[in-house]
């Protein structure tokens, strides 16, 4: 069983890598295809791509309790590299880098909760936690590169959270 596990992982994490190369190469077609001033979302579907296929490239090298922690310092570099271009750009932020911004935060806090427990607390038994991760970050970077592609709020949460901003506001000012 732990060989399907590790052949499974290994899968998915190639999968994740072509994924994010075919969302960069799609972006730079329509780059081409319809020369637009946004830069941010081509600029960050390659560091998106860059960042994965570096972690993934030398997972075999890192394959140690700690490459949590250091997937954790992948995500937070990748995060200021994004901030650091749309900076730079100055381009309002499309709902596609939302997508990636929130995505990265769940994914390092993931990350990081996985280091605690395996490293700092040396938990050897699998518990809620694991699962949590193992599909969290899973589908958190499916939904990443499908936002990068689409460059929408498909699943409504940008929409959702200017709802409920909105109501706050609205009870803030009775």
């Known amino acids: 069983m732990s060989w399907l596990n590790l052949n499974l992982s290994t899968t998915l994490a190639a999968l994740v890598v072509w994924g994010f190369l075919m969302a960069f190469l799609f972006n730079v077609l329509l780059k081409v295809a319809a ?43 990748t995060l200021c590299l994004i901030f650091g271009f749309a900076y730079i750009l ?53 939904i990443m590169i499908i936002a990068l592609i689409f460059n929408k709020d498909y699943l409504g949460i940008i929409r959702f959270s200017k709802f409920i901003t909105s109501l706050i506001r609205k009870k803030a000012l009775n």
């Not at 960050?44 to 922690?69: T, V």
């Not at 880098?97 to 605690?116: E, Q, R």
């Open 90 to 142: 100055k381009e309002k932020i499309p709902s596609s880098i939302k997508y990636i911004i929130v995505g990265l935060i769940i994914n390092s806090l993931l990350f990081l909760a996985m280091h605690i427990d395996i490293v700092i607390n040396r938990n050897q038994e699998r518990w809620l936690l694991w699962d949590i991760y193992t599909v969290g970050v899973n589908l958190v970077d499916f």
């Open 35 to 77: 020369p637009k001033k946004e830069n941010l979302i081509l600029v960050s579907s390659f560091i998106m791509f860059l960042s994965y296929f570096i972690s993934d490239d030398f997972f075999n090298l890192f394959a140690l309790p700690e490459i949590y922690i250091t997937w954790f310092v992948y995500d937070l570099v």
